[in-house]
């Protein structure tokens, strides 16, 4: 495999690592963990064991990625945002074989200083902003904020406001890609690619 990782970065046995991923300073990739091609791994990331991340998943500085997470491709994961993997830890309770596990969909992006609480699912091209904590479920293309994080509109695959008009649609600024709302779930309807 041709990757790249800083001289400071430890990279356990039995890690699959794919091609042109970059992994930088001080960072940690625990056994058994899966990377895909094209990532880019920051400064002081911690990838626990048998953590799995898609292709072109960016990992800012100073995150944790804790066991039971998996993270589909082209994942934005913001400075210092932090997964969880056990709803009621203890330090004298040993409780590694109680991991939740947490599956952060395609194309989401998570601001930085943001928690996800373990057991909660994200949807496809989400946003969840700086500094929110997620403690449920995420609907694809919702945009959260707040603590606890809470809905506060959608979002396009291109990271802009959607804003649906009286028949439930809407334009992407950036892109004219076209999404309905039905059933407070949105659906990307036509692209412009």
């Not at 064991?49 to 990992?59: D, I, R, S, T, Y």
């Not at 330090?91 to 601001?111: E, H, L, P």
């Not at 606890?148 to 979002?155: H, L, N, T």
Request: charged content about 20%; glycine content about 8%.
């Amino acid at each position: 495999m041709e990757y790249f990782s800083h001289e400071t970065a430890v990279i356990d046995e039995g890690c699959q690592i794919g091609d042109n991923t970059k992994i930088w300073h001080f960072s940690h990739v625990m056994p058994n963990s899966i990377i895909g091609e094209g990532c880019n791994i920051g400064q002081n990331v911690v990838v626990s064991p048998e953590v799995v991340l898609g292709n072109n998943v960016k990992v800012q500085n100073n995150v944790s990625i804790y066991t039971g997470v998996v993270c589909e491709d082209d994942v934005f994961l913001g400075p210092s945002m932090v997964f969880t993997n056990v709803i009621n830890p203890r330090s004298a309770i040993n409780r590694r074989n109680d991991y939740a596990k947490t599956i952060v969909r395609k194309g989401v992006s998570i601001g930085a200083n943001a928690t996800i609480v373990c057991g909660n699912n994200i949807g496809e091209y989400a946003f969840i902003g700086a500094g929110a904590v997620v403690t449920k479920e995420v609907l694809p293309f919702a945009l959260l904020v707040g603590n606890p994080a809470k809905q506060i509109g959608w979002i396009s695959e291109y990271g802009h406001r959607l804003e649906f008009d009286e028949n439930n649609n809407a334009v992407c600024s950036e892109s004219n890609d076209k999404y309905t709302l039905e059933n407070n779930s949105v659906r990307k309807i036509e692209s412009n690619d």
